[in-house]
């Protein structure tokens, strides 16, 4: 049964073609009985849910925002930029993109032979049949891990063995923000620092508005109201997009929910405004 329409709007969302547990398809329908007008999904150095869920977007009446969030690393803190409205075809972001998948598979292949020498072994299929198709990482591991019988949940495989800092840690090959910003540019998007209010100080934050950022993530389920006021006032002084979203992973996180943290449309009409002052 449908919901009423909200109108509102969910910048932040993944499928299984990244991190997340629905496919493109059952995310944008979701999205339609919730209400929402417009929908971002933002898989992890990843385009591939793009093209078939803005098809069911148009034949749903939800709008499906082509986004995409990178990893860039500075200063040692590991910071996730969205890119908004890109051109997906872009042979230099396609081309960036698939440099990133080939090192997510090398870097799962390292975290698996440290995971052996621990005694924890886990079979290389295992975690390719979690992943599917799309670009794998860490939680495929963890789901991986859980399977197997070594830990008893996705947390405990975090905390025990894989999250930053764990004795089967493997940190990523990164960009920096401006490099993630020119990227995205060049295939006509708009970058936004996402979710700051997660694990960055406010000097942190100061860099990556310098290193060209058009927006700032305001709405996060992990900012607190003090945050979203802090967010909102940067994007005042530095004359910044407010965005905001769910970080929706298909109910990998606990009690999340598509939808739940949304900003008006609004917003999205400013992003609009600003990729056509970008490319004028
Ligand atoms: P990766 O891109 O492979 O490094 O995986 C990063 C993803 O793993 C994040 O987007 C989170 O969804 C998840 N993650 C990272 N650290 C933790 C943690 N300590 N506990 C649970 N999930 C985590
Ligand atoms: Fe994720
Ligand atoms: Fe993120
Ligand atoms: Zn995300």
Redesign the pocket.
């Known amino acids: 049964m449908l919901m009423a329409a909200t109108g509102m709007v969910d910048l932040h969302t993944h499928t299984n073609q990244s991190?997340g547990l629905l496919p493109p398809e059952q995310v944008v329908q979701l999205a339609a009985q919730t209400g929402l007008r417009a929908l971002s999904i933002t898989d992890?150095d990843e385009i591939g849910a793009l093209e078939v869920a803005m098809t069911i977007g148009s034949q749903l009446g939800v709008e499906v925002i082509p986004g995409t969030e990178l990893?860039v690393s500075h200063n040692g803190f590991d910071i996730h930029i969205l890119g908004y409205l890109i051109d997906f075809h872009h042979p230099h972001l396609l081309e960036f993109l698939h440099y990133f998948q080939g090192e997510r598979v090398r870097r799962v292949h390292r975290i698996l032979e440290k995971l052996n020498a621990l005694g924890y072994p886990v079979p290389l299929e295992t975690v390719l049949r979690k992943s599917g198709a799309g670009s794998m990482?860490?939680?495929h591991i963890a789901d991986a891990l859980v399977e197997v019988g070594h830990v008893p949940t996705y947390?405990e495989a975090?905390?025990r063995l894989i999250?930053?800092g764990r004795p089967a840690f493997v940190p990523?090959v990164r960009v920096s923000a401006a490099e993630a910003v020119a990227i995205i540019h060049e295939a006509n998007g708009l970058a936004c620092l996402a979710h700051p209010g997660q694990n960055l100080t406010e000097p942190i934050i100061l860099d990556v508005i310098k290193a060209g950022v058009d927006g700032i993530e305001v709405i996060h389920p992990k900012h607190t109201f003090s945050q979203r006021a802090l967010y909102r006032q940067f994007a005042r002084m530095y004359n910044l997009l407010e965005t905001g979203g769910s970080d929706f992973?298909g109910g990998r996180k606990d009690g999340e929910k598509l939808g739940e943290y949304v900003i008006e449309y609004e917003k999205v009409e400013r992003l609009k405004a600003r990729q056509q002052q970008l490319k004028s």
């Open positions: 991190d992890h990893s990482g860490r939680p947390y975090f905390n999250a930053d990523k992973h």
